[in-house]
């Protein structure tokens, strides 16, 4: 029975830690306080830095090197949808 008791106390500490942690790494840092608006500025894209400028195309894998066959059909028939007119 030591081992039943030791498991369960072990599977209690490790689900109480994965509870809290995200806690932990959510704090964001006090950049509000700042007073001069280029630290400010500075902080916050410290914390929340932004996202890439270039996303990679879509239906090209880069490890493969696969090419979607259907990507150039799908953007001739929305174009032929955005060119319908409704309520003419």
Same mark, same amino acid.
């Given at each position: 029975?030591?081992? =039943?008791?030791? $498991? %369960?106390? #072990?599977? &209690?500490?490790?689900?109480?830690?994965?509870?809290?942690?995200?806690?932990?790494?959510?704090?964001?840092?006090?950049?509000? =306080?700042?007073? $001069? %608006?280029? #630290?400010? &500025?500075?902080?916050?894209?410290?914390a929340f830095p932004p996202k890439q400028a270039n996303p990679p195309k879509p239906g090209i894998d880069s490890s493969s090197g696969y090419k979607d066959p259907f990507l150039a059909e799908e953007a001739r028939t929305a174009a032929k949808l955005k060119n319908i007119c409704r309520g003419c």
């Open positions: 029975m030591k081992t =039943a008791r030791t $498991s %369960t106390a #072990a599977l &209690l500490l490790a689900s109480a830690l994965c509870t809290f942690t995200p806690a932990a790494f959510a704090a964001d840092p006090n950049c509000r =306080a700042i007073e $001069s %608006t280029g #630290a400010r &500025l500075s902080c916050y894209d410290a």
